[in-house]
């Protein structure tokens, strides 16, 4: 397995990681799956409290494991006012004291970003569980194509997070189909940066 180094978190990744979300589709082979995942040298795990039973399933299969991989969760925006919650709640079900990587879970529109940006507002607190030891390193995430869809103002709100320096990670939507503004735009900003590049939908 190529390993990449994920920016300023100066770790080195798997290129291909390994993400949570369908871990509740098949329940049964949950555990298999991730063991063979890691088995075959990935070892970067991605989830979320959003995505249903994928912590806890995520949590019995990495009994034993933990020190292999760079584990990432993250907090949604209906929970930005109970971030050390949700943050506790998560790693009560990956059965794990802290996470790598603690990700903001899809700032897709301008009420997202400000609630993540104002004073006291999301990105203090995930700070301040960056401090208490729950996670190592901060990031945020977009959920959808829509910033990149002919949108110049998510755009810009896209550079201005990276532009924050506050991030070590950021997650982006990308494709082969889907490429264009994120070639041009994103990703030598975040390579300048040193800013850490995962892709969701990168076969969408």
Not at 47 to 65: F, I, M, P, W
């Amino acid at each position: 397995m190529e390993m990449r180094k994920l920016g300023k978190t100066n770790l080195k990744v798997s290129a291909i990681g390994f993400g949570g979300a369908r871990l509740n589709e098949h329940p049964d082979q949950a555990v298999a799956t991730v063991h063979k995942a890691l088995d075959h040298g990935v070892n970067f795990i991605d989830t979320a409290r959003d995505y249903g039973h994928s912590e806890k399933y995520l949590g019995q299969a990495l009994q034993g494991r933990r020190q292999e991989l760079f584990l990432a969760t993250k907090v949604a925006f209906n929970h930005a006012d109970l971030v050390q919650e949700s943050i506790e709640t998560s790693l009560v079900q990956l059965e794990v004291d802290n996470v790598d990587l603690i990700y903001a879970h899809g700032c897709n529109n301008a009420e997202q970003y400000r609630i993540l940006m104002r004073e006291q507002g999301m990105l203090h607190k995930l700070e301040r569980a960056r401090s208490e030891g729950l996670a190592q390193f901060i990031g945020v995430s977009f959920d959808h194509f829509l910033p990149f869809d002919n949108n110049q103002t998510s755009m810009e709100r896209m550079i201005a997070l990276i532009e924050s320096d506050a991030f070590d990670v950021i997650q982006i939507p990308m494709s082969l189909i889907r490429i264009e503004r994120v070639e041009d735009q994103v990703l030598p900003l975040a390579a300048e940066r040193d800013l850490g590049v995962v892709v969701n939908f990168p076969t969408a």
